[in-house]
């Protein structure tokens, strides 16, 4: 299960803006590496992510090789109320990620 | 070999006026990296690191702060590094993500801290020789680069001092965490050296050499570097 | 050939400064329509000291209300082996259409950002990224 950090302010005010900053450890594999041996590292990237607050999608992206390894997102949300941030991706190998974080609101 | 004793003579003891960090020398993109524990990757190793700390470790282990300044150090007439402490317990394999986040961590606890390694002076002879010693079929000394050189150009990148201060970091021509004894064989394998075995009595006693070299450096665990 | 498709393809060819309407790639999102600098503004630093990640910031100037705002940001590189780079998707709930990642570049390039606003316009930039190489290589 892929580690990740999600950064948030330690609280905010309905209706604040929310700056959302997640890293997600992945070696977002572009299939043109090789390896010690010479063989070729097979592609394998996050290719979908989403992030839901609320029951409502707040943020989506579609991902490809071209993200750097280790993907960093940084997103706005609006604070509404004190729930958790739920993340969710997939990679090339149909391998599944999450993690959650909580956002305070007052 | 009497140019390397000259080369020794004049060299020994504090052979660099001021150490500086690779920091100093970074372009402003790993600068930024590496001052923002929210978007530095070598946090995701530190936060493995702190996970696999309680799991395996905590039971007799309470606070690692303060530890990675003084590796390696000289155990019973051993050079002995981080890793091979770590190890004691679980023989992790070199460069896997295990050891490198429970040595990350472990460096992390220290982060700010000076480097203070204190070994017996004969233990530094044979690292100090390999340091000034060309090698390669570019025929270069680490010397030459590192102590020279630093701060003038080499392509594109300025030449740092080669501090290890900032190790396991997150280097972005591997994408990913690695320790300094990796480090060190990358920088042979740009000389078109041997490299030296993970763990080899040739590398920590190079490892033993550069640590102390930098000492008063303080750690930068997870540094990000180029 | 009906006026409306005619009208159409008029349209595809009003050029973006960027990039071409009939890129493939960006007509598989466009589907012809009119891409038109503006609106949007992508921020890389000009000179990248490694290919391996490099940090980008694109900002969409849209208010971000249900009635006006940003459906989703089309990152694509021109030189990557692999053009398309990312597609982020905001939608109304949205407050600031700014979104930041870091991206990986074969070789110094021009990177195309499009937004695809509610009203199904599209805006392009575009930056130039000059990619540095190692001075020595690494073997790992």
Redesign the interface.
């Known amino acids: 299960m892929a580690l990740a950090r999600i950064d948030l302010p330690q609280e905010a005010r309905r209706g604040e803006l929310v700056e959302v900053r997640i890293v997600i450890q992945h070696p977002m594999e572009t299939g043109f590496r090789r390896a010690p041996q010479g063989e070729r590292v097979p592609r394998n990237a996050i290719h979908s992510l989403v992030c839901r607050y609320l029951g409502i999608e707040v943020f989506r992206a579609t991902l490809s090789t071209g993200i750097a390894a280790n993907p960093f997102l940084r997103f706005f949300l609006r604070a509404t109320e004190s729930a958790e941030l739920d993340f969710w991706w997939l990679d090339d190998d149909e391998v599944q990620g999450s993690a959650k974080a909580r956002l305070n609101v007052t | 070999m009497k140019l390397i004793f000259l080369f020794v003579v004049l060299f020994s003891g504090a052979a660099l006026a001021q150490n500086r960090s690779g920091l100093e020398f970074a372009s402003e993109e790993v600068r930024r990296l590496q001052a923002s524990d929210a978007e530095n990757p070598g946090m995701l190793w530190v936060d493995q690191g702190a996970k696999l700390f309680a799991q395996k470790c905590a039971s007799c282990h309470v606070s690692m702060k303060g530890v990675a300044t003084r590796y390696p150090a000289v155990e019973n007439g051993r050079i002995v590094t981080l890793e091979a402490k770590v190890r004691h317990k679980e023989a992790f394999a070199y460069e896997s993500d295990e050891l490198l986040a429970l040595t990350a961590y472990i460096a992390n606890q220290s982060r700010g801290m000076p480097i203070k390694v204190n070994p017996p002076a004969e233990k530094l002879d044979i690292g100090r020789k390999a340091y000034y010693s060309r090698r390669g079929q570019m025929n270069l000394a680490c010397a030459h680069c590192h102590e020279q050189n630093w701060g003038k150009h080499l392509g594109a990148e300025t030449l740092s001092q080669g501090q290890p201060n900032g190790y396991p970091a997150y280097r972005l021509e591997w994408q990913k965490m690695g320790s300094l004894e990796r480090r060190i064989r990358a920088c042979m394998f740009g000389l078109h050296a041997e490299l030296p075995p993970y763990g080899s009595d040739t590398m920590l006693e190079l490892e033993l050499f550069l640590v102390w070299r930098a000492n008063g450096l303080p750690i930068e665990t997870p540094a990000v570097r180029r | 050939m009906k006026r409306r498709e005619f009208i159409g393809t008029l349209t595809a060819l009003a050029v973006s400064p960027h990039i071409s309407t009939t890129d493939p790639l960006v007509y598989s999102f466009t589907k012809g329509r009119a891409v038109q600098a503006g609106r949007i503004k992508l921020e890389i ?1 000009p000179l ?3 290919g ?4 980008m ?1 694109v900002t969409v100037d849209s208010p971000m209300t249900p009635s006006e705002h940003v459906r989703a940001v089309h ?1 694509i ?1 021109e030189k ?12 109304a ?4 259409a ?8 074969n070789g110094s390039q021009q990177v195309v950002a499009i937004a695809e606003l509610s009203d199904g316009s599209f805006w392009s930039d575009a930056a130039y990224v000059e990619v ?9």
Not at chain 3, 93 to 96: A, I, V
Not at chain 3, 98 to 105: D, G, H, P, Q, Y
Request: proline share 7%; glycine share 6%.
């Open positions: 630093p990248a000291e490694n391996h990640s490099v940090a910031t990152l590189a990557n082996p692999v053009r398309d780079m990312a597609v982020f998707y905001l939608g709930h949205c407050p600031r700014e979104v930041s990642s870091r991206i990986r570049l540095r190489e190692a001075a020595c290589t690494d073997g790992g």
